[in-house]
């Protein structure tokens, strides 16, 4: 009886222990706002599927009607190697495709590859590059759930609606065999009369190279970065300054820029997708509808008023917030997020996913038993005048605690999260 009574004892004191963490404890660890929890429970919508081969849209509507009028939209990842957030993404922008009249979609890939083919048109002209995959990152192209991406656009090229197919970003990836052939443009540059002489088109030539090649380990001493930026410079003020040829330029500033940076941040790259973006949206795209793939990390809103720096400690802006500074009123910025899992890009190790937080947006969600859902944080700046910080995995997988509705107009749920499987089945990383 002793022994009974000793058991119930220790019963009891370990359910009043649990009851004191689960109702008390956790929300002082993890304050949350119980209006917006309320409005989390209230407005999520549930997605039936994220199958791109499905004709079952129900819940994508309720993307559609966020966006309106929105002439962009974002379209983030939490990681570069997110396979469900990939399958999510193709599915919405076949619905944008057919159903909103959304023709473009610029890739947070190869600027001067991508758009190479506007180099030969003085009224800018877009026309696909037949062979555009391989100025597109093999974390995609190679990912096998983004396959139904590409052959959707592939297919779209054959009707009278076709995707056009860009890229933002000032790196110069390059897929096929050797590195990013600049001699191309080197030639169109001089057939201009930009280079003073032969001697400088073979010394910017061979600066170039060297920086393609190596990137962030380049090596170029004082003299020839100088005689980089003194072409950039000039060759600028002889070209129109809105035509390709000078936004290649600048996009080459930005790539040296970048790859030089002994402060490690992402700045000059940020700056510079933004810059080629808003070139692209103004300049080539300026009637037509533009759906934009990248990193959320670079897509969100509102760098500036972060009470910390998330990404590089250097970094101290980024390309959604120079965006939407310019274009707010055409814009909706959709995040992903995710409550469960694994992740990791193509050919690099994969990794458990971080449990999101006590009271957090994923434990929300959670209790509404969708295993897919969208909230549009739009709707809660229309019904509640005050700001609401909570924390979200919305980047990187990592939880942090800002106001999130302020960095991303939408958030597209992900119960559990896979890292993509490789159409080549060589990464040694992928998952048994």
């Given amino acids: 009886m002793k022994t009974k009574s000793w058991l119930l004892l220790f019963f009891a004191i370990g359910l009043v222990s649990w009851l004191c963490y689960r109702f008390f404890i956790v929300d002082f660890l993890y304050p949350y706002d119980k ?98 995959k391989k100025f597109i990152s093999p974390i995609w192209t190679n990912c096998t759930e983004c396959s139904e991406l590409f052959s959707y656009v592939d297919s779209s090229q054959l009707t009278e609606r076709p995707i056009f197919v860009s890229g933002m970003d000032s790196r110069l990836f390059y897929s096929n065999e050797g590195k990013f052939p600049i001699a191309q443009l080197i030639e169109i540059l001089d057939s201009a009369t930009i280079f003073d002489d032969s001697s400088e088109k073979e010394n910017i030539t061979k600066s170039l190279e060297v920086l393609i090649r190596d990137e962030y380990e380049a090596s170029l001493s004082t003299a020839k970065i100088d005689s980089l930026y003194n ?115 193509l050919y690099n190790p994969k990794y458990e996913l971080v449990k999101p937080v006590k009271n957090s947006f994923e434990a929300f969600v959670e209790e509404t038993g969708a295993e897919y859902a969208f909230t549009n944080f739009k709707d809660y700046e229309l019904q509640s005048s005050k700001k609401s910080t909570f924390w979200m995995n919305g980047i990187a997988h990592s939880p942090n605690k800002f106001d999130w509705t302020e960095m991303f107009d939408g958030i597209f749920y992900i119960e559990e999260m896979y890292p993509c499987s490789d159409v080549l089945n060589i990464d040694k990383f992928a998952l048994d």
């Fill in 231 to 345: 072409f950039f410079d000039k060759a600028e003020k002889r070209l129109k300054p809105k035509s390709f040829l000078a936004q290649s330029l600048r996009s080459l500033r930005g790539f040296t820029l970048n790859a030089l940076d002994t402060a490690e941040s992402n700045n000059a790259r940020d700056i510079q997708m933004s810059d080629n973006f808003l070139w692209l949206k103004n300049e080539v795209f300026s009637d037509k509808k533009i759906i934009v793939w990248a990193s959320s990390s670079h897509l969100f809103k509102g760098y500036r008023d972060l009470p910390y720096h998330i990404g590089r400690d250097n970094d101290s802006i980024n390309t959604g917030t120079l965006i939407a500074d310019r274009i707010s009123d055409e814009l909706y910025v959709l995040g992903f997020t995710s409550n469960r899992g694994k992740a990791g890009r």
């Fill in 35 to 132: 209006n917006f929890k309320d409005f989390v429970l209230t407005n999520t919508r549930p997605i039936e599927n994220i199958d791109p081969k499905s004709s079952n849209y129900e819940g994508y509507e309720e993307i559609a009607a966020a966006i309106g009028d929105s002439k962009v939209v974002f379209l983030g990842e939490q990681d570069h190697g997110d396979a469900p957030t990939f399958l999510a993404k193709t599915k919405i922008i076949k619905y944008l495709h057919e159903k909103m009249g959304f023709d473009v979609l610029v890739f947070e890939s190869n600027f001067l590859g991508l758009n190479r083919a506007l180099a030969n048109h003085d009224d800018l002209s877009f026309s696909s590059d037949p062979e555009y």
